[in-house]
């Protein structure tokens, strides 16, 4: 089996397809206690003729350890498995990469355990039941389909199994992370890395548009405000005074769509920030039993209970409620909108004036309304990969003209209204290093990040024990796993 791998460049193929879902049996772990014996490593039941969801069959030979984890020959059939349940063609993926890539994860893996990296369990739970739920998506909600499937004899033995991978997989990935994170890179590289391209080499840069907006948000009255407001304090009374359940009333009265169904229920870290700064802060100062006043939101308005304080972890729970905005204010804020655009077209004021002035959205009024690309942090957006939303409202816009008072909903599910200008174009065009100093600054880091992966590779081979069995020792590696 002479197949090449180049896992390096794998790894930039795969990363949003085959770490995007976990790939959920791409590992078995042992402790660093158990004893590897050599006879283990041949108990292969039978291997599958063909890698397939209809035609796999049960493999456990190991194929492969590296430092405290194991390979079975069964890992690399599932891992065909997770990237084909995901829709990816596995037609032109080689076997001998797969088992590149599992390498590779195994080792980061066990260098994380070494550097004593620490991954939260209760957050890797939280992982687990998430991938749960959208698994069963894929079944119609029947568990014992989706332990089928995957072969699994109980739902108790598969989230096991599924925590240990997704541990394994972080863990891994924050020691990828770890390598890379004080890699940086100088404009002189920059422009050595832009020369050394040949001319007819150089990458091309597809057509590029600076987008601007101005939105108007309809208001809540003030009398609407309140009323949430004395909503959640209620709430907090009948709990308070009569016993009555705090996760109860998040399950009938919240409006968090993530968390109504169980209670409210979150665990919250003070060293992983995944909640908006107020609701953190509001959360952290609490302590056990204790429920907070209500609270603003991006979202709405909270009221939160901290169950269960564990050092750096909290378990807590909130009640989300979101003021609601009448028809009346959802009209003034089209109708005023309306006028602002009709200003514009007729000369009175600039597009850029016209957002300082009037756009209720803060993150662009400042900006003139110009919007900022969240992949690249510029003004700049490639038109083939702008977010396809955008694109259908700017399509058909020439440069310099307002659109329409568009309507949509915010990530709240409250209405806005917005106009649009695309204030500059740029075609197609090959790489000019002024004019594309960043994208090019950005293709030199990471061909720097790379060569860096590589030889933390190298080196950390050389200092771990790994063995290779069978026919995958033939596999014509770049990097150097068997040591020859």
Not at 24 to 48: G, M, N, R, Y
């Amino acid at each position: 089996m002479q197949l090449k791998t180049n896992n390096l460049k794998l790894l930039n193929n795969l990363k949003h397809t085959f770490l995007l879902g976990i790939a959920l049996f791409s590992v078995h772990i042992i402790s660093a206690q158990e004893v590897i014996k050599e006879e283990e490593e041949t108990v292969a039941v039978e291997k599958p003729v063909e890698t397939s969801v209809q035609n796999i069959k049960k493999v456990d030979g190991v194929a492969a350890v590296v430092g405290d984890y194991i390979i079975l020959e069964s890992d690399v059939d599932k891992s065909y498995l997770q990237l084909q349940a995901q829709g990816v063609n596995t037609k032109d993926i080689k076997r001998c990469e797969l088992f590149g890539k599992l390498l590779e994860d195994k080792l980061y893996a066990h260098a994380a355990i070494q550097d004593s990296i620490v991954v939260s369990d209760a957050e890797i739970r939280q992982n687990v039941d998430y991938q749960i739920q959208q698994f069963l998506q894929q079944t119609n909600g029947s568990m014992e389909r989706l332990l089928e499937f995957y072969k699994k004899d109980d739902e108790a033995s598969f989230r096991e199994e599924m925590f240990e991978i997704n541990k394994a997989n972080q863990l891994a990935q924050k020691m990828q992370a770890k390598i890379i994170e004080e890699v940086e890179i100088t404009p002189e590289e920059v422009r050595q890395f832009f020369d050394k391209i040949p001319k007819e080499q150089r990458p091309t840069f597809g057509t590029e548009l600076k987008v601007a907006q101005i939105v108007a948000e309809p208001k809540v009255s003030d009398e609407e405000r309140q009323r949430v407001i004395n909503r959640l304090k209620e709430f907090k009374a009948d709990i308070i005074e009569n016993g009555a359940s705090f996760r109860s009333k998040a399950v009938l009265y919240s409006e968090d769509p993530g968390s109504a169904s169980k209670g409210g229920k979150y665990t919250l870290n003070r060293k992983q920030p995944r909640m908006v700064k107020e609701f953190r802060q509001v959360a952290f100062a609490l302590q056990e039993g204790e429920i907070s006043e209500p609270f603003k939101t991006d979202f709405g308005y909270h009221i939160i209970y901290c169950e269960k304080i564990r050092g750096q972890e909290y378990d807590i729970a909130h009640i989300l409620l979101t003021p609601k905005v009448s028809v009346e204010a959802i009209n003034e804020a089209k109708e005023r909108l309306e006028k602002v655009r009709e200003r514009i077209v007729a000369g009175e004021i600039s597009f850029a004036d016209a957002a300082r002035e009037a756009s209720d959205e803060k993150e662009t009024r400042a900006e003139g309304g110009q919007l900022i690309n969240p992949q690249t942090q510029d003004y700049n957006f490639e038109l083939t990969r702008m977010d396809p939303e955008l694109y259908a409202q700017i399509q058909n816009l020439k440069d310099n003209e307002v659109s329409l008072v568009l309507r949509e909903q915010d990530r709240t599910g409250n209405t806005k209204y917005k106009i649009l200008m695309v204030t500059d174009r740029v075609d197609e065009h090959e790489a000019d290093y002024a004019r594309d100093y960043l994208k090019i600054k950005e293709l030199a880091l990471d061909e720097k990040k790379i060569n860096t992966i590589a030889k933390w590779q190298e080196d950390k081979i050389k200092d771990t024990y790994i063995k290779i069995s069978g026919d995958y020792r033939d596999c014509d590696f770049s990097n150097n796993w068997l040591k020859k």
